[in-house]
């Protein structure tokens, strides 16, 4: 049974002193009504709750049991969250709230609720710890969500939140007193902190940490993320997030039921980042290549969609860096020429992985495993005496390995068991692979070399049974790949006719570098009818 009461014994904390030690968690000295909140639930209609299901009809409540007399807006909420039945409901707003009262006073926080054991007389809140106090839960919970920042000055400044079926916890900590402007920047980060929080407590999670990109740099020298929390799947699997950002790289790194994924960004070399229109295109353009992928490798819907929310919060918010009149990112020693731009996705080096958990669903052959794992990169080098004399270069490369069961006639379900009447399948293993290099050189001011080597390879392996018979195997090979010199479509400029403006000219001009910039990007499907690819099967055809 839950009762749910309300008294009016609460009062705020006062305001931040500004000689307030912040390096230790401190009850506030001065105190004002405000209301509170008993709730009494009983263990096992508590750990039911948690399962979904509904609690022992005439248990014997228990009081909840907190570790400080704290009262404030965090034990408010916690007060409030403790009987929701998900994680989801424990943890909301928990996180926003930590970072806004920590912004607004400057104080460290540690707090614990936990359920009183059987046959324990209701405590008022306002009297906590007149009988007994509850056991730290710091560290040690089944599901636990930390956030760790460093600010410029070195001051280190972590949040951590814990939750089991009996308990909730929150503690913040600072190793020392923190400026106004730190503290704001702190504040700013309450509601993406939250939004991560959210995401990773929903069955299946999602990594919504965009946001956690956006700190205010100047203030902040890194922040970190890690998360652990279990599943309600049977059987019940610890999910894990680890997340890093600082000025110099971004990485991630998420493993769940579905599978892991992890994405790596390169935060020290952004001289060829592009504008946000550039970024945009290249994001769309990658976002297609893992959809194409997903459906040639029959990947887990809900894990993909985990990779690619990370993907594209990994590779936004680059930052407040120089940005040139061309719209992009000024290297350390020039700007970048439109047309080097051109041939540039616009941005910052990646790698990036998924692989979904490995399953045998055929009993009778168990080696035959469902599978799905794909890689995909891209790596920059910008080199050179001076403007006059540079290089530039850049490669993309994507991998997919996969394997699959798939019924005889389309449509048709698939039940593989130990019979053989069962057996009657095509068993497929793809191998696919594709890169796009581009390469550009200036000598003495003048573009010399510019070339585009692109090539793409597929390989569907196909085992066929029927009764548990193989009675066909077959291997479809695929190869496709280009070659293209950009030196004349760089540095061409057409008049055009006598009745155009300059400004006319010249966005001819950027169209034709538009064009230019739409064949670079990473193409491991290609399709030889959209004219993007001149394929000769015979040898690489040039496109000139």
């Given at each position: 049974?839950?009762?749910?009461?309300?008294?009016?014994?609460?009062?705020?904390?006062?305001?931040?002193?500004?000689?307030?030690?912040?390096?230790?968690?401190?009850?506030?000295?001065?105190?004002?009504?405000?209301?509170?909140?008993?709730?009494?639930?009983?263990?096992?209609?508590?750990?039911?709750?948690?399962?979904?299901?509904?609690?022992?009809a005439?248990?014997?409540?228990?009081?909840?049991?907190?570790?400080?007399?704290?009262?404030d807006?965090?034990?408010?909420?916690?007060?409030?969250?403790?009987?929701?039945?998900?994680?989801?409901?424990?943890?909301?707003?928990?996180?926003?709230?930590?970072?806004?009262?920590f912004?607004?006073?400057?104080?460290?926080?540690?707090?614990?609720?936990?359920?009183?054991?059987?046959?324990?007389?209701?405590?008022?809140?306002?009297?906590?710890?007149?009988?007994?106090?509850?056991p730290?839960?710091?560290?040690?919970?089944?599901?636990?969500?930390?956030?760790?920042?460093?600010?410029?000055?070195?001051?280190?400044?972590?949040?951590?939140?814990?939750?089991?079926?009996?308990?909730?916890?929150?503690?913040?900590?600072?190793?020392?007193?923190?400026?106004?402007?730190?503290?704001?920047?702190?504040?700013?980060?309450?509601?993406?902190?939250?939004?991560?929080?959210?995401?990773m407590?929903?069955?299946?999670?999602?990594?919504?940490?965009?946001?956690l990109?956006?700190?205010?740099?100047?203030?902040?020298?890194?922040?970190?993320?890690?998360?652990?929390?279990?599943?309600?799947s049977?059987?019940e699997?610890?999910?894990?997030?680890?997340?890093?950002a600082?000025?110099?790289?971004?990485?991630?790194?998420?493993?769940?039921?579905?599978?892991?994924?992890?994405?790596?960004?390169?935060m020290?070399?952004?001289?060829?980042?592009?504008?946000?229109?550039?970024?945009?295109?290249?994001?769309?353009?990658?976002?297609?290549?893992?959809?194409?992928?997903?459906?040639?490798?029959?990947?887990?819907?809900?894990?993909?969609?985990?990779?690619?929310?990370?993907?594209?919060?990994?590779?936004?918010?680059?930052?407040?860096?120089?940005?040139?009149?061309g719209?992009?990112?000024?290297?350390?020693?020039?700007?970048?020429?439109?047309?080097?731009?051109?041939?540039?996705?616009?941005?910052?080096?990646?790698?990036?992985?998924?692989?979904?958990?490995?399953?045998?669903?055929?009993p009778?052959?168990?080696?035959?495993?469902?599978s799905?794992?794909?890689?995909v990169?891209?790596?920059?080098?910008?080199?050179?005496?001076?403007?006059?004399?540079?290089?530039i270069?850049?490669?993309q490369?994507?991998?997919?390995?996969?394997?699959?069961?798939?019924?005889?006639?389309?449509?048709?379900?698939?039940?593989?068991?130990?019979?053989?009447q069962?057996?009657?399948?095509?068993?497929?293993?793809?191998?696919?692979?594709?890169?796009s290099?581009?390469?550009?050189?200036?000598?003495k001011?003048?573009?010399?070399?510019?070339?585009?080597?692109?090539?793409?390879?597929?390989?569907?392996?196909?085992?066929?049974?029927?009764?548990?018979?193989?009675?066909?195997?077959?291997?479809?090979?695929?190869?496709?790949?280009?070659?293209r010199?950009?030196?004349?479509?760089?540095t061409?400029?057409?008049?055009?006719?006598?009745?155009?403006t300059?400004?006319?000219?010249?966005?001819?001009?950027?169209?034709?570098?538009?064009?230019?910039?739409?064949?670079?990007?990473l193409?491991?499907?290609?399709?030889?009818?959209?004219?993007?690819?001149?394929?000769?099967?015979?040898?690489?055809?040039?496109?000139q």
């Amino acid at each position: 049974m839950t009762s749910i009461s309300s008294i009016p014994a609460w009062n705020p904390i006062s305001a931040r002193s500004s000689a307030a030690v912040t390096n230790k968690v401190e009850a506030p000295a001065s105190q004002a009504a405000m209301p509170s909140t008993i709730v009494n639930l009983t263990p096992e209609s508590m750990a039911a709750s948690r399962r979904g299901l509904q609690g022992a009809a005439g248990a014997t409540a228990a009081p909840l049991l907190w570790e400080s007399k704290s009262q404030d807006t965090v034990s408010a909420l916690m007060g409030r969250n403790f009987a929701s039945s998900s994680l989801a409901g424990r943890f909301s707003g928990l996180g926003a709230a930590l970072l806004k009262q920590f912004q607004s006073d400057g104080r460290g926080v540690s707090q614990t609720v936990h359920l009183a054991p059987p046959g324990a007389q209701p405590t008022p809140y306002d009297a906590v710890g007149a009988t007994a106090s509850a056991p730290a839960l710091h560290g040690v919970g089944d599901n636990k969500v930390t956030l760790s920042i460093t600010t410029k000055s070195g001051t280190q400044v972590q949040v951590a939140l814990d939750s089991q079926d009996d308990g909730l916890a929150v503690q913040m900590t600072s190793s020392g007193e923190l400026s106004d402007v730190e503290l704001r920047a702190l504040g700013g980060l309450s509601a993406a902190f939250q939004e991560a929080i959210d995401g990773m407590a929903q069955e299946p999670p999602q990594l919504k940490l965009k946001g956690l990109t956006q700190f205010d740099s100047s203030v902040l020298a890194s922040v970190d993320l890690r998360a652990a929390v279990k599943s309600t799947s049977e059987p019940e699997r610890t999910q894990t997030l680890t997340f890093h950002a600082d000025g110099a790289q971004r990485k991630l790194s998420f493993s769940g039921v579905s599978g892991t994924a992890a994405v790596s960004v390169d935060m020290s070399k952004l001289a060829g980042v592009g504008s946000a229109q550039q970024q945009a295109k290249a994001m769309d353009s990658y976002l297609k290549q893992f959809d194409q992928a997903a459906s040639r490798g029959k990947g887990d819907a809900a894990l993909m969609s985990m990779f690619k929310d990370a993907f594209v919060g990994m590779n936004s918010n680059y930052g407040a860096v120089a940005q040139p009149s061309g719209g992009g990112v000024q290297s350390g020693k020039w700007e970048l020429a439109v047309e080097d731009r051109a041939v540039l996705t616009g941005l910052a080096d990646f790698s990036a992985s998924v692989t979904q958990a490995a399953k045998s669903s055929n009993p009778m052959r168990p080696s035959e495993q469902d599978s799905f794992s794909y890689q995909v990169s891209q790596s920059t080098s910008i080199t050179g005496h001076s403007e006059d004399d540079r290089s530039i270069s850049q490669q993309q490369k994507s991998e997919l390995s996969a394997s699959f069961h798939m019924p005889i006639t389309p449509g048709a379900q698939l039940r593989l068991d130990g019979t053989l009447q069962s057996q009657n399948y095509d068993y497929h293993q793809i191998n696919d692979s594709a890169s796009s290099a581009v390469d550009l050189a200036y000598e003495k001011g003048r573009l010399v070399k510019a070339t585009l080597n692109q090539s793409a390879s597929q390989s569907t392996h196909i085992m066929r049974y029927e009764l548990g018979k193989l009675v066909s195997d077959t291997v479809t090979p695929g190869q496709q790949s280009l070659q293209r010199d950009l030196v004349a479509a760089l540095t061409s400029y057409q008049r055009g006719t006598a009745s155009q403006t300059r400004d006319e000219r010249i966005e001819q001009r950027k169209q034709m570098l538009s064009g230019v910039n739409e064949q670079i990007f990473l193409r491991a499907y290609p399709d030889p009818q959209s004219g993007v690819w001149s394929i000769d099967k015979a040898r690489a055809g040039a496109m000139q």
